[in-house]
């Protein structure tokens, strides 16, 4: 009797525990993955932005201005991509209609980074808005 009884009493910590864990493994598998963003990052986004403006300059000067203007109109546009999964909405605030939600790594060009904490895109061929803390800049 005593062997059937500690038999059951290990079977239920066992169940308990395999519960235990896949609870725990659904979890991990379903948290929201945050990116801590302090202000020295954006400081390095900043002299990335003023790095470019500082190069277009120099490839102004060329033999003919018309070839030079395409080229400049393409360098300037920045490229970027989402450090996490983020909403893309329509206008610049956590309130606006979200458009789509995009996985990490998704690329996009980059109209403007804005003051306020957005960055303006180009997302399916019209200008949409990223919180600027969840996109990282490529120039790719």
């Not at 996490?84 to 996009?108: C, H, M, P, Q, Y």
Request: proline letters at 4%; charged letters at 20%.
């Amino acid at each position: 009797m005593k062997k059937t009884t500690i038999n059951t009493i290990l079977l239920c910590i066992i169940t308990i525990m395999s519960i235990s864990i896949c609870f725990l493994i659904f979890c991990i598998v379903t948290r929201p993955r945050y990116v801590i963003v302090n202000e020295p990052e954006t400081a390095v986004i900043t002299e990335v932005v003023s790095i470019m403006e500082e190069t277009q300059p120099e490839e102004n000067p060329s033999p003919s201005s018309e070839a030079a203007q395409p080229e400049e109109d393409h360098t300037n546009m920045m490229h970027g991509k989402t450090s996490t999964r983020v909403n893309i909405r329509n206008a610049a605030s956590e309130d606006a209609k979200v458009l789509n939600t995009v996985d990490e790594g998704t690329t996009f060009d980059i109209v403007e980074v804005q003051d306020n904490g957005w960055t303006k895109i180009l997302y399916e061929g019209s200008e949409a808005y990223i919180s600027s803390s969840f996109v990282i800049i490529t120039n790719e």
